[in-house]
């Protein structure tokens, strides 16, 4: 219907037919193992509304993501709201066909747990989390798969090499001990702060041609920055030294991301158009860099 000029409902305001598409977002509105602030489920849509408010021209790469990348957005993938296996089986199925279509998924959230399905689905990648919290404990308030667990669970099947965490600055102690013995490459957010091009560039030398799967917790920002999150934590990098990171941490070898732990109802917007802004970045990134 050319008449009418819709504005498309998927990020960006834009959609292209999947079998055109080399990059495909899914929402999932997962909103089942908060232990504080909920209301995850409203995330997706929120972070769509934000992108369709943002340039999808670049400044920082100079070109537009949308000339350059097909972009398709599927909607948001049915949640079951008490069945975390269910849910998560259908995580890992869409995940597992979008990439075996030869296109790049990404994962609107949500909450954290979601990333440990979505990962299942790559052999040999490199994870590369950013994030305020280790997320490394081995159970939480009884639960062996949560938020404040999810990578614990990815390192049940990842060798702990190949996990690296940028931006901590919280964890338990039994945390800490775990994260000391396993070696798990880490960045703190004073790190970052400290010096953004050194860190990305360290990043990019440690992962080096390694596929990735890039998981960002929004939590990662300062709660000044991202107010919209299930548990800020105070002491963060800027929006702008995370988007000076992701842009040179999309020139790895990424095979997926996904952008979590939005929670609207504690937001006023900021956290939304920040979570809009850092996939653009990353897009324009990964549109610049030959692979
Ligand atoms: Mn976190």
Redesign the pocket.
């Known amino acids: 219907m050319e008449w009418i000029t819709p504005v498309k409902p998927g990020f960006g305001g834009f959609d292209e037919p999947y079998e055109r598409a080399n990059v495909v977002f899914v929402g999932v509105p997962l909103d089942a193992t908060s232990s504080y602030r909920s209301g995850y489920r409203f995330g997706p849509a929120r972070i769509r509304e934000a992108s369709a408010n943002l340039e999808t021209y670049l400044t920082s790469a100079g070109l537009d993501v949308f000339e350059r990348l097909n972009i398709s957005d599927l909607g948001d993938l049915m949640v079951t709201p008490t069945d975390l296996r269910a849910t998560g089986e259908r995580i890992s199925r869409s995940v597992q066909r979008i990439t075996k279509d030869g296109k790049m998924p990404i994962l609107l959230g949500g909450e954290?747990t979601l990333s440990y399905f979505a990962f299942q689905s790559f052999k040999d990648v490199f994870v590369v989390q950013l994030?305020?919290?280790r997320?490394l404990r081995d159970e939480y308030l009884g639960d062996k798969l949560c938020h404040a667990t999810v990578m614990r669970r990815v390192l049940d099947h990842l060798p702990p090499e190949r996990l690296l965490q940028v931006g901590i600055r919280s964890c338990s102690k039994e945390e800490a001990e775990f994260a000391r013995e396993a070696r798990i490459a880490t960045y703190t957010s004073e790190q970052v702060i400290d010096d953004v091009p050194r860190i990305a560039a360290e990043a990019r030398k440690l992962v080096g041609k390694a596929r990735v799967y890039l998981t960002i917790?929004l939590?990662?920002l300062d709660p000044a920055f991202a107010p919209g999150v299930a548990?800020p934590?105070p002491g963060g990098p800027s929006t702008v030294e995370i988007l000076r990171l992701v842009r040179e941490l999309g020139k790895l070898n990424i095979s997926a991301f996904d952008v979590v732990?939005l929670v609207p109802p504690h937001d006023d917007g900021t956290t939304a158009f920040a979570a809009a802004k850092i996939i653009y970045e990353l897009l324009a990134a990964m549109a610049s860099s030959p692979k």
């Open positions: 954290h994030d305020a919290h997320d917790d939590d990662v548990t934590e732990e």
